[in-house]
C-alpha cells in the first residue's frame, strides 16, 4: 500500500503519482471499468458544510436544539417528536445555486472518456446531477429532495410541496427563538391529509436503502477493475462496508482529509489525505488531464507570455511599479497627463532658449526628459502591431 500524507509538497506528490503501478496503468488505459464512490468531503469547496467536522459541520450545528445526540435528527422516532431540527439541517443541504468542485467534475470527466461504471454517492446536496452525471451511472445511496411522503399512510407529494414547507418553518422557528417565544409549530409542519407528518425521500437511520442501491453494488463492485473512494469518513452503514466487498485483485484509491477508520489496506491500494480538489488536480497532472478537466470545470487557460519585449516592458507604468492590479492598462487620463507634462518640458526649453537661462547640457537634460515622458504616453496609446 501507498499512503501520501497532507503535508505532502508538489513535487512529492508529483514524483510519487507517476511511480505508482496504479497511475501508471489508468495512464495507459488499462483500467476500464470505474467504480466512484463520494461523500460530504467533495461538497465542502462548493459551500457545503460536512457533518462531522468539529466547530462548522451539521451536527455541532443543532446543539441549539437539546437533542440526545447529533444522530438523531435522522431518525424516524426523534423526528416524529420534533422534525424541527430536521427542517434546519435540510435548509442548509437544499440544492440551490452552488457549483459542483473539481472532485464532482472528475467524475463527469470520467464518465467522458468512458470510464466511469458507477457512482455511488452519499451526498443530497444534488450536485453530482448540476456536474452532469448520467441518471443511469448515478447511484444516490441515501436518497434525495425529488419527492417526499408521508410517514403515516405513504402518499406522495411533490418537491415543491415540501420545498415551500421547509423554508416557512425554518425561518419562523429561527424568528421566534430570536424573540424567545415558546410556541408550537406543529402546524407549520408538512401534514398530510392524515395529518401524518411528510418527509423527503432523504433515508434514515434505520430505513432501507434503496433496491437500485442493494442492485448495482452487487454486480458492480465484482465487475469493475477500479474504486475510487472519496470525501467520506466511512462510519455509515451500509455505505461504509463497501470498500470491503471489493474483490483483494481489485486496486482502490482513496482520497480524504483523514484515513477512514473502516478502510484496511491492502498491497497495491493508493491512499491520497489532504483536500480532495487538490489531489484530484494533482492527479490529473500527472495523467495529463488537466486541459480536460478545466475545461469542463470552465477554468480558462492561463495565456502565454509575449518573448518580445517592448517599450513598455522597459519602462514600466507607475501602475506596474507599485505592483497594482492595474498595471496592464493605463486609463485615458493619465495618457492626456504625460503628453501635457512632456510639452510642459518642450515649451519650458523654448523659453529660456530666449532668455538664455540654460546652459546646453541643461536644456540637453531637459529635453531627454521630455521625450522620455512622450514616449511613454505614446507606447500606451498606440498598440502594438500583430506578427
Same mark, same amino acid.
Given at each position: 500500500?501507498? #499512503?501520501?500524507?497532507?503535508?505532502?509538497?508538489?513535487?512529492?506528490?508529483?514524483?510519487?503519482?507517476?511511480?505508482?503501478?496504479?497511475?501508471?496503468?489508468?495512464?495507459?488505459?488499462?483500467?476500464?471499468?470505474?467504480?466512484?464512490?463520494?461523500?460530504?468531503?467533495?461538497?465542502?469547496?462548493?459551500?457545503?458544510?460536512?457533518?462531522?467536522?468539529?466547530?462548522?459541520?451539521?451536527?455541532?450545528?443543532?446543539?441549539?436544539?437539546?437533542?440526545?445526540?447529533?444522530?438523531?435528527?435522522?431518525?424516524?422516532?426523534?423526528?416524529?417528536?420534533?422534525?424541527?431540527?430536521?427542517?434546519?439541517?435540510?435548509?442548509?443541504? %437544499?440544492?440551490?445555486?452552488?457549483?459542483?468542485?473539481?472532485?464532482? !467534475?472528475?467524475?463527469?470527466?470520467?464518465?467522458?472518456?468512458?470510464?466511469?461504471?458507477?457512482?455511488?454517492?452519499?451526498?443530497?446536496?444534488?450536485?453530482?446531477?448540476?456536474?452532469?452525471?448520467?441518471?443511469?451511472?448515478?447511484? !444516490?445511496?441515501?436518497?434525495?429532495?425529488?419527492?417526499?411522503?408521508?410517514?403515516?399512510?405513504?402518499?406522495?407529494?411533490?418537491?415543491?410541496?415540501?420545498?415551500?414547507?421547509?423554508?416557512?418553518?425554518?425561518?419562523?422557528?429561527?424568528?421566534?427563538?430570536? !424573540?424567545?417565544?415558546?410556541?408550537?409549530?406543529?402546524?407549520?409542519?408538512?401534514?398530510?391529509?392524515?395529518?401524518?407528518?411528510?418527509?423527503?425521500?432523504?433515508?434514515?437511520?434505520?430505513?432501507?436503502?434503496?433496491?437500485?442501491?442493494?442492485?448495482?453494488?452487487?454486480?458492480?463492485?465484482?465487475?469493475?477493475?477500479?474504486?475510487?473512494?472519496?470525501?467520506?469518513?466511512?462510519?455509515?452503514?451500509?455505505?461504509?462496508?463497501?470498500?470491503?466487498?471489493?474483490?483483494? %485483485?481489485?486496486?482502490?484509491?482513496?482520497?480524504?482529509?483523514?484515513?477512514?477508520?473502516?478502510?484496511?489496506?491492502?498491497?497495491?491500494?493508493?491512499?491520497?489525505?489532504?483536500?480532495?480538489?487538490?489531489?484530484?488536480?494533482? #492527479?490529473?497532472?500527472?495523467?495529463?488531464?488537466?486541459?480536460?478537466?478545466? &475545461?469542463?470545470?470552465?477554468?480558462?487557460?492561463?495565456?502565454?507570455?509575449?518573448?518580445?519585449?517592448? !517599450? &513598455?516592458?522597459?519602462?514600466?507604468?507607475?501602475? *506596474?511599479?507599485?505592483?497594482?492590479?492595474?498595471?496592464? *492598462?493605463?486609463?485615458?487620463?493619465?495618457?492626456?497627463?504625460? #503628453?501635457?507634462?512632456?510639452?510642459?518640458? #518642450?515649451?519650458?526649453?523654448?523659453?529660456?532658449?530666449?532668455?538664455?537661462?540654460?546652459?546646453?547640457?541643461?536644456?540637453?537634460?531637459?529635453?531627454?526628459? *521630455?521625450?522620455?515622458?512622450?514616449?511613454?504616453?505614446?507606447?500606451?496609446?498606440?498598440?502594438?502591431?500583430?506578427?
Amino acid at each position: 500500500s501507498a #499512503l501520501v500524507p497532507c503535508h505532502a509538497n508538489s513535487q512529492a506528490m508529483a514524483k510519487h503519482l507517476a511511480g505508482h503501478p496504479l497511475v501508471r496503468q489508468l495512464r495507459n488505459g488499462e483500467l476500464r471499468s470505474i467504480v466512484v464512490l463520494t461523500g460530504a468531503g467533495i461538497s465542502v469547496n462548493a459551500g457545503v458544510p460536512d457533518f462531522r467536522t468539529p466547530g462548522s459541520g451539521l451536527y455541532d450545528n443543532l446543539d441549539k436544539y437539546d437533542m440526545p445526540e447529533p444522530e438523531a435528527v435522522f431518525t424516524l422516532s426523534y423526528f416524529r417528536s420534533n422534525p424541527l431540527p430536521f427542517f434546519q439541517l435540510a435548509k442548509e443541504l %437544499w440544492p440551490c445555486d452552488r457549483k459542483p468542485t473539481a472532485t464532482h !467534475m472528475f467524475v463527469r470527466l470520467l464518465q467522458q472518456k468512458n470510464l466511469l461504471r458507477r457512482q455511488f454517492t452519499q451526498n443530497i446536496d444534488e450536485l453530482e446531477r448540476a456536474a452532469g452525471i448520467s441518471q443511469d451511472l448515478l447511484v !444516490m445511496a441515501h436518497g434525495s429532495f425529488d419527492a417526499a411522503h408521508c410517514i403515516d399512510c405513504n402518499q406522495v407529494f411533490s418537491r415543491d410541496f415540501w420545498q415551500d414547507h421547509i423554508f416557512q418553518a425554518a425561518e419562523k422557528d429561527g424568528r421566534r427563538r430570536r !424573540m424567545r417565544k415558546r410556541r408550537d409549530l406543529w402546524e407549520e409542519v408538512p401534514r398530510c391529509t392524515c395529518r401524518g407528518l411528510v418527509k423527503p425521500d432523504i433515508v434514515f437511520f434505520g430505513e432501507d436503502l434503496p433496491d437500485r442501491f442493494v442492485y448495482c453494488s452487487k454486480r458492480d463492485f465484482q465487475q469493475c477493475d477500479l474504486i475510487i473512494c472519496m470525501g467520506t469518513s466511512l462510519q455509515v452503514e451500509p455505505f461504509a462496508s463497501l470498500l470491503a466487498k471489493v474483490p483483494p %485483485w481489485t486496486p482502490r484509491v482513496v482520497i480524504n482529509r483523514t484515513l477512514p477508520s473502516a478502510f484496511k489496506e491492502r498491497p497495491g491500494d493508493l491512499v491520497l489525505l489532504g483536500d480532495c480538489d487538490d489531489r484530484i488536480w494533482q #492527479l490529473c497532472d500527472v495523467l495529463g488531464w488537466r486541459s480536460d478537466l478545466e &475545461k469542463l470545470s470552465g477554468i480558462p487557460k492561463t495565456p502565454k507570455r509575449s518573448e518580445s519585449r517592448s !517599450m &513598455k516592458s522597459c519602462f514600466p507604468a507607475p501602475a *506596474a511599479i507599485l505592483d497594482t492590479p492595474s498595471a496592464s *492598462a493605463w486609463p485615458p487620463w493619465q495618457n492626456v497627463a504625460l #503628453l501635457c507634462l512632456a510639452l510642459a518640458f #518642450l515649451a519650458f526649453v523654448a523659453y529660456s532658449c530666449r532668455e538664455g537661462s540654460m546652459s546646453n547640457s541643461q536644456i540637453a537634460g531637459v529635453l531627454t526628459l *521630455a521625450l522620455f515622458v512622450g514616449g511613454i504616453a505614446v507606447q500606451e496609446e498606440v498598440p502594438e502591431q500583430k506578427k
